[in-house]
């Protein structure tokens, strides 16, 4: 009897930590402000000719998130994406090489909150956005999401993958343009749109890199862009 009982805990426990192990497998990781601000590349300068849309500017703001103002110069193709991460192929890849293999997804939450300085609810132009990671250690991709000042003015994007480590990472937001022909016109200014858009953690996922890890992560964003600007 005492012989069953044992070998009865030891399966037991064996499942208990098989459980374990697949828990951890089904995790979500997301980005703190800290690591939204030490993305740093643009990875649509290397389309040619070079998309347009640029970040004008960045703001870490009291609360959670980190606010991006976007200018996309016009309405097409050339003009109509940004994607801006963290990549050990461009910009200083802070974020690269960092261990996920414990993760299935990665995710953020986007809020839009103006278009050329107007938040009214009655503006429809459609954005896209996404949170953006390697699949694998060779690819990479985002779940789209449509963001409207009309609503919804606010999603989570979750992107599955099956990196092992972080190659590219960060989120993308652009304007559909094939959406639109002479018979629906598309809504966005040909000469050009300023966006604010607010990017954070998303709800309930886990934060990676660790806090003390990404603070030696933004001394090295700091001093990268004190050389650019010498």
Not at 119 to 142: E, Q
Not at 151 to 175: C, H, M, N, Q, R
């Amino acid at each position: 009897m005492r012989r069953r009982n044992i070998t009865e805990i030891i399966i037991m426990l064996g499942f208990f930590i098989l459980y374990q192990s697949l828990s951890l497998y089904a995790e979500t990781f997301t980005l703190s402000d800290q690591a939204l601000m030490a993305l740093d590349w643009d990875a649509d300068t290397w389309f040619d000719p070079a998309h347009t849309a640029v970040i004008t500017d960045v703001r870490n703001v009291a609360g959670p998130g980190v606010e991006f103002d976007i200018y996309y110069p016009g309405n097409q193709a050339e003009d109509a994406s940004m994607m801006w991460l963290s990549s050990k192929w461009g910009g200083n890849g802070s974020l690269a090489d960092i261990d996920i293999h414990n993760y299935e997804a990665f995710a953020l939450q986007f809020t839009i909150l103006s278009i050329d300085g107007s938040s009214s609810s009655a503006i429809t132009n459609p954005l896209i956005v996404g949170a953006a990671i390697n699949l694998t250690d060779t690819s990479h991709a985002f779940k789209p999401e449509i963001l409207r000042l009309s609503g919804p003015v606010s999603e989570t994007s979750t992107t599955t993958s099956d990196a092992a480590l972080i190659e590219t990472i960060g989120f993308t937001a652009y304007i559909p343009y094939w959406w639109y022909d002479d018979n629906n016109p598309n809504p966005w200014n040909p000469d050009g749109s300023d966006i604010t858009l607010l990017v954070q953690a998303a709800d309930g996922a886990v934060v990676i890199p660790e806090p003390a890890t990404i603070n030696i992560l933004g001394l090295g964003v700091l001093f990268l862009l004190r050389k650019r600007k010498k």
